[in-house]
Every structure is written in structure tokens, then in C-alpha cells.
């Protein structure tokens, strides 16, 4: 504007209107809001008492081969509308009673993205829930055998330090040793309160079993590996790395023992690194492990870690099937009762 214009009172109070005008008719907002500026209701979060974690399924959720997530689904979410999550590989179901659940994806990056795309959305309330970390796993014939269903005490990281080939090493010594600055994101010991109320509402479980399992069992000379399944607990370990072979096993139980960890019994591949997404939003206290075997972590005696990894036909372990059923019956167990006495465990673990 030239500045002889603004000598003019006139002029200015014209220039006034004209440039308010322009303000309301760009977007500006005035002092009373249209009714199409006037915020939507915002949906009330829901409140998650039990978070259900699986890894992978194989098909559908329902109604084909079951993978981890298709005995929970048929449980609590066969009504559920899918809740689509940016950034989490699959959709999250939740119930009326407050259980929810997806499948995050397998190995750590995968799971633990998943997981924190999860919590980060502003759709659910984890200010309370439990969670439960589940899906199928290895385990060494010296601890466990296939059916098993075990209770993490403790959640370890298998990759976090240094390792170098055995021929670079003294004949039979450890070939890893933990780097310093890991401490705080390489060993989780779980709520030993929670796994005792876990072992107490789940151990009597029946658990299935099949012919095909036990027949394999008996070509390991181990004590637990040719008994039948059964509800336990112990150290889960977490690698990405599917590490096979009694070298492997070994290695995996000194690392327990390094880290002051009870057995080894679990090989597995996500639970330590969502369990740190957990840990930084709202603590471990309700953080479950539940996993069940399908495989031995090695070879039996008389055949070498390449062929128990890639078996001829029919030299497979069998049980899968019964497996992925045992783990959602055991959890339901510690599921249904957290729920169903919420008032009781929703400030915390409750005493025994």
C-alpha cells in the first residue's frame, strides 16, 4: 500500500474492511466456527487387559492348517472387526473383555516393529495390560521334548556380543563373549511372581500329543526328550540366528550361565526384543513368555546338524499341530483368569 494512502482516515477504515475480509474469506478462522470446523468426537481408547503376541500364521486365521495365531483367533476374535495398525504386519483384534491380538511377524526387527507401531497408536490403552509373548520353538533333548509347553523366567539375547569361528579358538573353549554397554537389552528376568501364578493356573494342563512325535522321541537317549509333554519353565533364548547342532546348544547354555540365568530350555527368535519395546513404554512386571517345541535343537547321535536340519521324507519330528493347540490351551488358562478377576489384577500381580 502507498503510503499516501494511509493519511486518509477513510481510505484506512476501507483498507480495514477490505483486508478482514479477505482474511475470513482465505480460511482464516473467525471468531465463531462454522459447524463443519467443529471437531469430531474422538473414539475412547480401548483398554487392553490381556495383549496376545504371535509370530506367524500359515494361511487364514481360521479354518485351515493352524499356524501360532489360529487357536487364539478362534478363541477370543472370531467376531472381532480387524483394527488395521500403520507400521504393525498384521491387523490387532480385541474381544469385549479387553483381550486383544496379532500376529507381529517373526525374528526381533520384524516382531519388535510390529510391536511398537502397536503400542504407539492411539486406538489402544496399555496403561494396564498383560502381555503374551507365544509361538512354537526348539528345544535341546537334554531339557525338553517336542509338545512341551515352558514359561520364560528369563528372556536372553543370543546375539548381542562377539563370537569367532571354533578352528580361530582353544580346542572346546566358548567362542562368544558379551560386549560391554549391552546390559541393560541383552537379559530380561520375567516377574517370578507372574510365572508362579502362570505354573499354578496352567501346569496341570492336559497336553496333546501324537504318534509320529513319540516314535521320534526314541532317537535321543535324553531322559526328558522321550518323555511326554509336559508344562514347564526355564530361560528362553532369543537369536536371530536359527543356531542348530549340540556346539550351538552348548554355547546357548553357557550364556545362560554367564548371565546368571536359569537353563536353557527354549530356542527361539522375538520375545528379548519385544520385551524391550515393552520394557521402554510400560515396564516387564506383566511380560509372559509362553512357547511351545516343535523340534530338538539338534541332531540325535547317530546323524549329523546338516541332516536333522534338512531331513529326508518322513524323518520329520511330527506333533506341530498338537503343539501350536498345547500353547493356546495353556495360555487361555492364565488368560481367562486374569480377566475374569480384573479387579483383582489390574493394579498389578496379586499375591499368592
Given at each position: 500500500?502507498?503510503?499516501?494512502?494511509?493519511?486518509?482516515?477513510?481510505?484506512?477504515?476501507?483498507?480495514?474492511?477490505?483486508?478482514?475480509?479477505?482474511?475470513?474469506?482465505?480460511?482464516?478462522?473467525?471468531?465463531?466456527?462454522?459447524?463443519?470446523?467443529?471437531?469430531?468426537?474422538?473414539?475412547?481408547?480401548?483398554?487392553?487387559?490381556?495383549?496376545?503376541?504371535?509370530?506367524?500364521?500359515?494361511?487364514?486365521?481360521?479354518?485351515?492348517?493352524?499356524?501360532?495365531?489360529?487357536?487364539?483367533?478362534?478363541?477370543?476374535?472370531?467376531?472381532?472387526?480387524?483394527?488395521?495398525?500403520?507400521?504393525?504386519?498384521?491387523?490387532?483384534?480385541?474381544?469385549t473383555d479387553g483381550v486383544c491380538g496379532a500376529v507381529l511377524g517373526m525374528g526381533k526387527v520384524n516382531s519388535s516393529a510390529s510391536m511398537q507401531a502397536?503400542?504407539?497408536?492411539?486406538?489402544?490403552?496399555?496403561?494396564?495390560?498383560?502381555?503374551?509373548?507365544?509361538?512354537?520353538?526348539?528345544t535341546p533333548p537334554s531339557q525338553g521334548t517336542i509338545g512341551d509347553v515352558s514359561w520364560g523366567t528369563w528372556l536372553l539375547d543370543y546375539d548381542l556380543g562377539h563370537r569367532w569361528a571354533p578352528e580361530e579358538n582353544t580346542p572346546g573353549?566358548?567362542?562368544?563373549?558379551?560386549?560391554?554397554?549391552?546390559?541393560?537389552?541383552?537379559?530380561?528376568?520375567?516377574?517370578?511372581?507372574?510365572?508362579?501364578?502362570?505354573?499354578?493356573?496352567?501346569?496341570?494342563?492336559?497336553?496333546?500329543?501324537?504318534?509320529?512325535?513319540?516314535?521320534?522321541?526314541?532317537?535321543?537317549?535324553?531322559?526328558?526328550?522321550?518323555?511326554?509333554?509336559?508344562?514347564?519353565?526355564?530361560?528362553?533364548?532369543?537369536?536371530?540366528?536359527?543356531?542348530?547342532?549340540?556346539?550351538?546348544?552348548?554355547?546357548?547354555?553357557?550364556?545362560?550361565?554367564?548371565?546368571?540365568?536359569?537353563?536353557?530350555?527354549?530356542?527361539?527368535?522375538?520375545?528379548?526384543?519385544?520385551?524391550?519395546?515393552?520394557?521402554?513404554?510400560?515396564?516387564?512386571?506383566?511380560?509372559?513368555?509362553?512357547?511351545?517345541?516343535?523340534?530338538?535343537?539338534?541332531?540325535?547321535?547317530?546323524?549329523?546338524?546338516?541332516?536333522?536340519?534338512?531331513?529326508?521324507?518322513?524323518?520329520?519330528?511330527?506333533?506341530?499341530?498338537?503343539?501350536?493347540?498345547?500353547?493356546?490351551?495353556?495360555?487361555?488358562?492364565?488368560?481367562?483368569?486374569?480377566?475374569?478377576?480384573?479387579?483383582?489384577?489390574?493394579?498389578?500381580?496379586?499375591?499368592?
Open positions: 500500500m502507498s503510503p499516501w494512502l494511509l493519511r486518509s482516515p477513510l481510505l484506512v477504515l476501507a483498507a480495514s474492511a477490505v483486508l478482514a475480509g479477505c482474511a475470513t474469506s482465505s480460511g482464516t478462522p473467525s471468531s465463531t466456527p462454522s459447524p463443519s470446523a467443529t471437531a469430531a468426537p474422538v473414539a475412547k481408547p480401548i483398554a487392553v487387559k490381556v495383549f496376545v503376541a504371535s509370530m506367524f500364521e500359515i494361511g487364514k486365521n481360521t479354518g485351515d492348517r493352524a499356524g501360532e495365531f489360529q487357536h487364539w483367533y478362534e478363541r477370543y476374535w472370531k467376531d472381532a472387526t480387524p483394527i488395521t495398525v500403520p507400521g504393525a504386519l498384521q491387523p490387532v483384534y480385541c474381544n502397536i503400542l504407539l497408536n492411539p486406538a489402544f490403552d496399555f496403561s494396564k495390560a498383560y502381555y503374551l509373548i507365544t509361538g512354537v520353538a526348539g573353549a566358548p567362542t562368544f563373549m558379551p560386549r560391554k554397554g549391552y546390559e541393560e537389552y541383552r537379559r530380561f528376568q520375567l516377574n517370578p511372581a507372574l510365572v508362579a501364578w502362570s505354573m499354578q493356573l496352567s501346569a496341570a494342563t492336559p497336553l496333546k500329543d501324537s504318534d509320529s512325535a513319540r516314535a521320534y522321541r526314541l532317537r535321543y537317549p535324553d531322559t526328558a526328550a522321550r518323555r511326554a509333554p509336559a508344562v514347564g519353565k526355564g530361560t528362553h533364548m532369543t537369536g536371530d540366528t536359527f543356531f542348530h547342532g549340540p556346539g550351538m546348544s552348548k554355547q546357548a547354555q553357557y550364556i545362560a550361565k554367564l548371565y546368571g540365568a536359569d537353563d536353557y530350555v527354549i530356542t527361539e527368535m522375538e520375545a528379548a526384543a519385544i520385551t524391550l519395546v515393552i520394557k521402554r513404554s510400560h515396564g516387564t512386571d506383566r511380560v509372559m513368555s509362553l512357547r511351545g517345541a516343535v523340534n530338538f535343537d539338534q541332531g540325535n547321535p547317530r546323524e549329523t546338524t546338516l541332516q536333522h536340519l534338512d531331513p529326508a521324507p518322513g524323518e520329520t519330528a511330527g506333533g506341530f499341530a498338537e503343539t501350536v493347540e498345547n500353547v493356546e490351551r495353556v495360555g487361555e488358562r492364565v488368560v481367562d483368569h486374569i480377566v475374569a478377576q480384573w479387579p483383582q489384577w489390574q493394579a498389578g500381580v496379586p499375591a499368592r
